[in-house]
T-cell receptor
Framework: QKEVEQNSGPLSVPEGAIASLNCTYS??????FFWYRQYSGKSPELIMF????GDKEDGRFTAQLNKASQYVSLLIRDSQPSDSATYLC??????????FGKGTKLSVKP | SQTIHQWPATLVQPVGSPLSLECTVE??????LYWYRQAAGRGLQLLFY??????ISSEVPQNLSASRPQDRQFILSSKKLLLSDSGFYLC????????????FGPGTRLTVT
C-alpha cells in the first residue's frame, strides 16, 4: 500500500527562524508532490507543488525533492505566527488521486 | 477564477438518518471531483472520485455513496448514518488535464449522535 509519512510534531520554532518540514513516500514511481497548509477547523490550502528533483522557491517557501531518497521537504523562511498550522504532504497516485500524510503541526512562537 | 462551494457547513444528525452533502464548482469545465473524509486525529481519506458525469470510483467500501448529476456538481449520500461517519467532509477539484494539484472546498463538519 502506498504511504506518505510525516512527523506529527508539534514542531515549535521561534518567530523569524526557518521551519523545516519533512515527508517520505513509499511509491518510487511517484511523479508529483504537493504541500498543503491546514489551519485548525479549516480546509487544506495548496501552497506548493514540485515535480522535478531539486528546489522550487515561492516567496518564503521552498520545496525540495529528492526522488532517489523518496524524500520531499518544505522550508519556511522568516517564520511568522500566522504560519502556525498543520502542513500536509501529498503525493500523486497512479489514477490522478493524491495520497496524503497525516500532517505535521507547526507552532511559531512570537 | 475557480470557486468551490460546499453545504451545509455543519451538520448534526442522529444515527440511522439519511445524509446528503453537496459540492459545486464554478469557473471551470470538466473537472475531476473528489470526496475526502478527515476524522479527528487522522489523515485525509479519499472516499470517491469522478472524472465525468455519472462516472464514480469508490476507494473505500462503506455505507456512503456519491453521484455526479451535472458536470460541476458532486453529491455525497448515505441512507443510514453510523457513528463512525462523523468527520470533516471535503470536496476537491482538479483540472482534467493538469499536473494533479487539487483545490479543496470549505468542508462540511458532520457529527453523528
Amino acid at each position: 500500500q502506498k504511504e506518505v509519512e510525516q512527523n506529527s510534531g508539534p514542531l515549535s520554532v521561534p518567530e523569524g527562524a526557518i521551519a523545516s518540514l519533512n515527508c517520505t513516500y513509499s511509491d518510487r514511481g511517484s511523479q508529483s508532490f504537493f504541500w498543503y497548509r491546514q489551519y485548525s477547523g479549516k480546509s487544506p490550502e495548496l501552497i506548493m507543488f514540485i515535480y522535478s528533483n531539486g528546489d522550487k522557491e515561492d516567496g518564503r517557501f521552498t520545496a525540495q525533492l529528492n526522488k532517489a531518497s523518496q524524500y520531499v521537504s518544505l522550508l519556511i523562511r522568516d517564520s511568522q505566527p500566522s504560519d502556525s498550522a498543520t502542513y500536509l504532504c501529498a503525493v500523486g497516485g497512479s489514477q490522478g488521486n493524491l495520497i496524503f500524510g497525516k500532517g505535521t503541526k507547526l507552532s511559531v512562537k512570537p | 477564477s475557480q470557486t468551490i462551494h460546499q453545504w451545509p457547513a455543519t451538520l448534526v444528525q442522529p444515527v440511522g438518518s439519511p445524509l446528503s452533502l453537496e459540492c459545486t464548482v464554478e469557473g471551470t469545465s470538466n473537472p475531476n471531483l473528489y470526496w475526502y473524509r478527515q476524522a479527528a486525529g487522522r489523515g485525509l481519506q479519499l472516499l470517491f472520485y469522478s472524472v465525468g458525469i455519472g462516472q464514480i470510483s469508490s476507494e473505500v467500501p462503506q455505507n456512503l455513496s456519491a453521484s455526479r448529476p451535472q458536470d460541476r456538481q458532486f453529491i455525497l449520500s448515505s441512507k443510514k448514518l453510523l457513528l463512525s461517519d462523523s468527520g470533516f467532509y471535503l470536496c476537491a477539484w482538479s483540472r482534467r488535464q493538469g499536473g494533479g494539484e487539487q483545490y479543496f472546498g470549505p468542508g462540511t463538519r458532520l457529527t453523528v449522535t
